[in-house]
Nanobody
Framework: QVQLVESGGGLVQAGDSLRLSCVASGRTFSNYALAWFRQAPGKEREFVAAINWVGGSTSYVNSVKGRFTISRDNAKNTVYLQMNSLKPEDTAVYFC??????????????????WGQGTQVTVSS
């Protein structure tokens, strides 16, 4: 089992920045890819960003490229999502997710078996 706990959400104004954190426990953190998803009210949960197990490869949804950065600190069992130039359309609950097996990364939502409880990000205009 992998336990994921997110933090760092909040209410900000358009153009502000936030950094989300996700602390993982239960398995060898450095062997697992990690991702961030988000879900806005009335919408499906969507992929935001992912990082492989060594941190050398990242992927982003087009709408956040150039504004968001995913990173990880394997010594702290933590993955981060730095969000800059936030827009009202970024408002959502943000979830940290991990696949069910190590050394594996597929960006499809159904390939992630472990999820955190989510942290709310609200961006006002």
């Amino acid at each position: 089992q992998v336990q994921l706990v997110e933090s760092g959400g909040g209410l900000v104004q358009a153009g502000d920045s936030l950094r989300l954190s996700c602390v993982a426990s239960g398995r060898t953190f450095s062997n697992y890819a990690l991702a961030w998803f988000r879900q806005a009210p009335g919408k499906e949960r969507e992929f935001v960003a992912a990082i492989n197990w060594v941190g050398g490869s990242t992927s982003y949804v087009n709408s956040v490229k150039g504004r968001f950065t995913i990173s990880r600190d394997n010594a702290k069992n933590t993955v981060y999502l730095q969000m800059n130039s936030l827009k009202p359309e970024d408002t959502a609950v943000y979830f940290c997710a991990a696949p069910g097996r190590p050394f594996y990364l597929d960006l499809r939502r159904n390939q992630f078996d472990y999820w955190g409880q989510g942290t709310q990000v609200t961006v006002s205009s």
